[in-house]
């Protein structure tokens, strides 16, 4: 009953044109950056609220670096979906695939460490003196978590960005191709391919194998009969 209400009010799935769409082809990939652009500003705005609240926790040069960096990134993010600018998107791409990396390392770290719990980075996952075994590799289990879903999130972020990116590109070639004209339509002529194909046709070629009808009469346009 659930899944019948979920699908009759889920948009159709587009056939037409899937690489501007996500979500199984049912949303486009413009109102899935709307989203992505809502999302990441919450969390931003949830963080520096934070951050003034707790005012014991203090900033090195990096940390403020990367908080600046970080929210032009998210500007740029802003004036590409306002603007429709394809190139406008590439700081905030760079910036997810950076992420992705960083949070694969942390996947790889906690697994190795699941697998040989005395490795060099298993004291990330344990406090002094060294615990059991099984309570690091316990550890290293429940962190891998937090990585993996972050991953998987940021993969399909990526996935949206790269489509986004195609989609604006397509659609500003598309304008620079056919641009609007707001103007009379007088004196405006389409030439249409089909007609220079239809004329690269030749009409003198022949069959080499033909099969003559005596009750076929074909009749041209001067009035004479031919058999």
Excluded at 13 to 42: D, E, K, M, S, W
Excluded at 92 to 118: D, E, G, N, R
Excluded at 186 to 201: F, K, L, Q, R, Y
């Amino acid at each position: 009953m659930l899944l019948d209400c979920l699908k009759s009010n889920l948009p159709p799935r587009n056939h037409a044109t899937p690489q501007y769409y996500t979500c199984f082809g049912r949303v486009h990939v413009q109102t899935a950056l709307q989203l992505i652009i809502i999302v990441t500003f919450a969390w931003d705005t949830f963080r520096w609220i934070d951050f003034i609240v707790n005012r014991g926790i203090t900033f090195g040069w990096i940390e403020i670096f990367a908080e600046i960096c970080n929210a032009l990134f998210g500007i740029s993010l802003i004036i590409a979906y306002c603007f429709k600018s394809a190139s406008f998107l590439l700081p905030y791409l760079f910036l997810q695939l950076f992420t992705l990396v960083a949070s694969m390392i942390l996947f790889c770290v906690s697994v190795l460490t699941i697998i040989w719990p005395k490795n060099s980075w298993a004291p990330s996952f344990h406090t002094y003196p060294p615990t059991k075994a099984s309570t690091i590799r316990l550890n290293a289990l429940i962190y891998a978590i937090s990585p993996l879903t972050f991953a998987l999130m940021l993969i399909w972020v990526i996935r949206v960005l790269f489509a986004c990116y195609v989609y604006f590109s397509d659609r500003k070639k598309a304008e620079s191709s056919f641009p609007i004209n707001n103007g009379p339509t007088t004196g405006v002529t389409i030439t249409s391919p089909t007609a220079v194909a239809v004329a690269c046709i030749s009409t003198n070629s022949t069959s080499s194998t033909t099969f003559s009808n005596p009750n076929f009469i074909l009749q041209d346009e001067g009035g004479e009969i031919q058999q």
